[in-house]
């Protein structure tokens, strides 16, 4: 799986990265924040499944993040 954006920096010559994307939509950063916190703040799997969840796909995926 790919890691590198498909979308130019928002930001002239600066590397392309995952903000820089979703700044080319400032509407949708907001509407994400929300989703985002939404996702992993509440829901039926706890807390720790969610981090171990997380820590793996971005094993998986080789995130730098």
């Known amino acids: 799986m ?3 954006p498909r ?8 590397t392309p990265s995952y903000g ?3 700044s080319h939509q400032p509407d949708l ?8 916190a ?3 703040s509440n829901g039926v799997v706890d807390q720790p499944t969610k981090e171990v969840i997380r820590l793996r796909n ?3 995926t080789d995130c730098g993040y």
């Open 58 to 60: 971005a094993r998986i």
């Open 2 to 4: 790919a890691t590198t």
């Open 7 to 14: 979308m130019p920096s928002a930001f002239g010559e600066e």
């Open 38 to 40: 939404e996702f992993w």
């Open 20 to 22: 820089g994307m979703l």
């Open 29 to 36: 950063v907001g509407a994400y924040a929300v989703l985002y």
